[in-house]
């Protein structure tokens, strides 16, 4: 059975930092690439980033970046989301998500149940 079982979230003050965590199984962790998304209240779900498979390599979207940053523990089964200097528009539930094709960030294999990330100012 494919897992994904995000955990971390919490309330914290504007300017602080979270690290969300993502704990795989019922896959081979290391074939895919692992995203990152959040849904705010009242707005559709967008896509954070992404950690490549293999290469380390994490691509971000812009409105995270220079704040956000994504690792990866292939040995663990797990994905971070490293969040600094948050502000209350990042207020979301985040949910990791596993992708088998590429960082495509529209289509993914699975996904996890989402944590919840209040910012308060």
């Known amino acids: 059975e494919v897992q994904l079982v995000e955990s971390g979230g919490g309330l914290v003050q504007a300017g602080g930092s979270l690290r969300l965590s993502c704990r795989a199984s019922g896959f081979t962790f290391d074939d895919y690439y692992m995203e990152w998304f959040r849904q705010a209240p009242g707005k559709e779900r967008e896509g954070v980033g992404c950690?490549?498979?293999?290469?380390?390599?994490?691509t971000l979207e812009d409105s995270v970046k220079g704040r956000f940053t994504i690792s990866r523990d292939n040995a663990k089964n797990t994905v971070y989301l490293h969040m600094n200097r948050l502000t209350p528009e990042d207020t979301a539930v985040y949910y990791c998500?596993?992708?088998?094709?590429?960082?495509?960030?529209?289509?993914?294999?699975?996904w996890g149940q989402g944590t919840q990330v209040t910012v308060s100012s």
């Open positions: 998500a596993a992708d088998s094709m590429g960082c495509r960030l529209d289509q993914v294999d699975y």
């Open positions: 950690s490549w498979n293999r290469d380390g390599r994490v």
